[in-house]
């Protein structure tokens, strides 16, 4: 049964998950992979054959739709590579969406060592 996962990323990590997402571009392909907007484009830009539909950018309340389809029950899984060392101008918003994912448990992956558990561990085989 296709997941609908979030793949979310700050600005500098966007390179990172796109190439994370081609290195599991086999296991991806059946899912429905909900976006921020500019992640959204650079991960299609690398993986032109991935299903990838976007919402707004996080500043501009990405963040926020993603944590209501989370509630909703939408989004089974999300992986989020923050920029840990940038502050970022919605650090609340992204507060809010990192609560929400914790409180209806969501599994969450927020770097690429942890994606690749989440992989391993049989998340994208359902």
Not at 2 to 7: F, G, H, I, R, V
Not at 42 to 50: A, G, M, Y
Not at 76 to 89: C, E, R, S, T
Request: a negative charge; charged letters at 20%.
């Amino acid at each position: 049964m296709p997941l609908t996962l979030a793949l979310v990323a700050h600005d500098r990590m966007k390179p990172a998950l796109a190439e994370w997402a081609a290195r599991h571009a086999e296991e991806l392909a059946p899912h429905a992979l909900i976006c921020t907007a500019t992640t959204g484009g650079v991960l299609q830009d690398r993986n032109p054959d991935l299903n990838v539909t976007t919402v707004k950018s996080g500043p501009l309340g990405g963040d926020q739709q993603i944590g209501g389809m989370i509630a909703e029950g939408r989004v089974q899984g999300m992986i989020f590579f923050p920029d840990p060392l940038a502050p970022q101008a919605h650090d609340v918003d992204v507060k809010a969406l990192l609560r929400i994912a914790l409180v209806y448990d969501v599994p969450c992956a927020f770097s690429p060592a942890t994606a690749d558990l989440l992989v391993a561990g049989g998340l994208l085989r359902r």
